[in-house]
């Protein structure tokens, strides 16, 4: 049974920084596309970034390029988010998704095991 369980959320002054992980266990993780997706108070779900098996590709959301960063360890079976230059329109709850495929992939019904999601408050 796959499982992603999230961390690295909390409260972070607008133009601070955080890093996200997100630990799987019961896949063979190097074999799988990951993305992170994130959900605002009274919103839907949207993407933010994904990456493919091997890490040489990645895709990021306009909203977050140029500040946030997707990486991930296969060795550790982690991957994470690096978030930089923070905004009060970050807050959200942030959820790590796993794909049985390798490639990676920008559509929230692309992905097969979420986790439960880690909150991210951006304020002062």
């Known amino acids: 049974q796959v499982q992603l369980v999230e961390s690295g959320g909390g409260l972070v002054q607008p133009g601070g920084s955080l890093r996200l992980s997100c630990a799987a266990s019961?896949?063979?993780?190097?074999?799988?596309?990951m993305g992170w997706f994130r959900q605002a108070p009274g919103k839907e779900r949207t993407f933010v970034a994904t990456?493919?098996?091997?890490?040489?590709?990645?895709n990021y959301a306009d909203s977050v390029k140029g500040r946030f960063t997707i990486s991930r360890d296969n060795a550790q079976n982690t991957v994470y988010l690096k978030m930089n230059s923070l905004k009060p329109e970050d807050t959200a709850v942030y959820y790590c998704?796993?794909?049985?495929?390798?490639?990676?992939?920008?559509?929230?019904?692309?992905?097969?095991?979420w986790g439960q999601g880690t909150q991210v408050t951006v304020s002062s």
């Open positions: 998704a796993l794909r049985r495929e390798g490639r990676s992939a920008m559509g929230s019904h692309e992905y097969d095991y």
């Open positions: 019961g896949s063979i993780f190097s074999m799988n596309g």
């Open positions: 990456i493919n098996w091997s890490g040489l590709t990645t």
